[in-house]
T-cell receptor, first 114, second 112 residues
């Protein structure tokens, strides 16, 4: 099976712009979680989507939003970018129906905000 | 709020030596993960520990879980250079299985 894929892999934006990142889970996986990784804050949970519904949400401002499509692909959007949004954004997928499941992480999208 | 603490944060080892990374968490958790991350790369799942006393081993790495002490350890045996990476532990609840809380990571450098 193909792994989790994320696009784009690298992105440069300027403050005030918005950005959309995409994540395609492993085939058959219905749960997609998003994480932000920065040197200062480490790995922080953003949100989880399952069957097109947001199931969990982390402590991020409303500028961070996401959605999931019927094919389980997920997007996250960050509006009004700030310098502090520069980070590696990771998505992880799992089947979603059993608590014994492992999360599989994608390669990440590295976002630089200038 | 669930908190996860790892120590040490930085570890420099000589090849052939043994060492242990510790992961403490603040509240009852249903599962504990260990991940490896190489520089500029994503997270690779190493172990999932689900019950008290669970022990898993893969090569030179062995992970264990003590749910009563809220402690997991990752033991490195006879370290080799290829083990140089950052290791994260993360915990999750069954009710929020898609939400993991991560420790700060332990950056391991194995020197010849």
């Amino acid at each position: 099976k193909a792994g989790v894929t994320q696009t784009p892999r690298y992105l440069i934006k300027t403050r005030g712009q918005q950005v959309t990142l995409s994540c395609s889970p492993i085939s058959g996986h219905r749960s997609v979680s998003w994480y932000q990784q920065t040197p200062g804050q480490g790995l922080q949970f953003l949100f989880e989507y399952f069957s097109e519904t947001q199931r969990n949400k982390g402590n991020f401002p409303g500028r961070f939003s996401g959605r999931q499509f019927s094919n389980s692909r997920s997007e996250m959007n960050v509006s009004t970018l700030e310098l502090g949004d520069s980070a590696l954004y990771l998505c992880a997928s799992r089947p979603g129906g059993d608590f014994l499941e492992t999360q599989y992480f994608g390669p990440g999208t590295r976002l630089l905000v200038l | 709020e669930l908190k996860v603490e790892q120590n040490p944060l930085f570890l420099s080892m000589q090849e052939g030596k043994n060492y242990t990374i510790y992961c403490n968490y603040s509240t009852t958790s249903d599962r504990l993960y260990w991940y490896r991350q190489d520089p500029g790369k994503s997270l690779e799942s190493l172990f999932v520990l689900l019950s008290n006393g669970a022990v898993k081993q893969e090569g030179r790495l062995m992970a264990s879980l003590d749910t009563k002490a809220r402690l997991s350890t990752l033991h490195i045996t006879a370290a080799v250079h290829d083990l140089s990476a950052t290791y994260f532990c993360a915990v999750a609840l069954n009710t929020n299985a898609g939400k993991s809380t991560f420790g700060d990571g332990t950056t391991l450098t194995v020197k010849p």
